[in-house]
């Protein structure tokens, strides 16, 4: 087991799962997740402040977030940190997005 890149994570999912399939097998799935952290401020208020994380998964994690996990769904993931980047219209675009290696279901049905 590697400790160098590891990210466990419990949150809702903000949208339905997205399903790219490959040419020669095999899937992709897509969504994004919002945890929540919750503090006290300065002023003595409570406050509530949300990350949105992108997911990714692939083949049989992927084919159970496909079938199991609609939007809203609390879920909790394990996975790594992945960078990557592209261009779209003659601009780099970065993203950070979790790898998810394994898909926990919580809340109720």
């Known amino acids: 087991m ?3 890149n590891k990210v ?7 949208k339905e799962v997205e ?5 020669k097998g095999g899937m992709k799935a ?3 997740l919002a945890t929540n952290d919750y503090y006290t401020n300065a002023m003595g208020e409570k406050v509530e402040e949300t990350q ?8 049989k994690t992927a084919e159970i ?3 199991y996990v609609p939007k809203g769904k609390e879920i909790a993931v394990e996975g790594k940190i992945t960078y990557r980047s592209y261009e779209k219209e003659g601009k780099k675009v970065y993203l950070t997005e979790i790898r998810v290696e394994e898909v926990v279901l919580l809340g109720s049905k």
């Open 30 to 32: 897509s969504v994004t």
């Open 52 to 59: 949105w994380h992108n997911l990714v998964a692939f083949g």
């Open 19 to 23: 399903i790219t399939n490959f040419e």
């Open 2 to 4: 590697s400790l160098r």
């Open 65 to 67: 977030m496909q079938k």
């Open 8 to 14: 466990t994570l419990i949150g809702h999912t903000g």
